[in-house]
């Protein structure tokens, strides 16, 4: 009787797994935003360096916007336990996610090479600040494709509930660092 009770219990609540990354999550928006909102600041103070940003940034944006829908039909791929285009896509989505780090290091190229620094004026300083974390919090991402990839191709296809409950993290996490470059990018156009 006690144990169909924890059971009962179990189901009704939220996966912590999913409530930890929720957490995590929010941490991260918290960081982002204390980041942003000195950024207003110091740029309200003056001196600061207008530059436009590198057409790369707008390329890696398509690119990381493509990976994460790429990845969500290979969830829906997962969920109808169509093999291939689960593994292919998942795939794929892991290719995109590394060329959009590979895009926002050639970003960085062209802002150097616009004289934008990280010493010359705390416009570069901020702007370099707030896309290289966004680009470790993608790489967090990405570590997370690799071990997804790694249990697409090491374990027998099935479909179980843990297993999509863990490609669930994935998905949520990545559609999260996709939305939050979004807000990133839309911010820095609007500030400058």
Do not use: C
Not at 75 to 104: D, P, S
Not at 132 to 155: D, N
């Amino acid at each position: 009787m006690d144990t169909i009770i924890i059971e009962e219990n179990k189901r009704k609540g939220i996966n912590p797994q999913k409530f930890a990354l929720w957490i995590g999550m929010a941490s991260i928006i918290m960081m982002f935003t204390g980041w942003t909102s000195a950024y207003i600041v110091k740029n309200a103070a003056g001196n600061w360096l207008e530059f436009g940003l590198p057409n790369m940034f707008y390329a890696s944006t398509v690119t990381i916007i493509l990976s994460s829908f790429v990845l969500h039909l290979s969830y829906i791929g997962y969920k109808k336990q169509r093999e291939l285009m689960y593994k292919g896509l998942l795939v794929l989505a892991f290719v995109l996610g590394v060329t959009f780090i590979v895009m926002q290091y050639q970003g960085w190229m062209q802002l150097f090479g616009m004289g934008v620094d990280f010493k010359a004026n705390v416009a570069g300083s901020f702007t370099y600040l707030i896309t290289a974390a966004h680009a470790v919090h993608v790489l967090g991402g990405i570590a997370a494709l690799i071990v997804a990839m790694i249990h697409a191709f090491s374990l027998k296809f099935r479909y179980t509930e843990k297993r999509k409950n863990r490609f669930e993290l994935v998905l949520q996490y990545w559609h999260f660092v996709d939305i939050l470059w979004i807000y990133l990018l839309l911010f820095m156009l609007n500030t400058k």
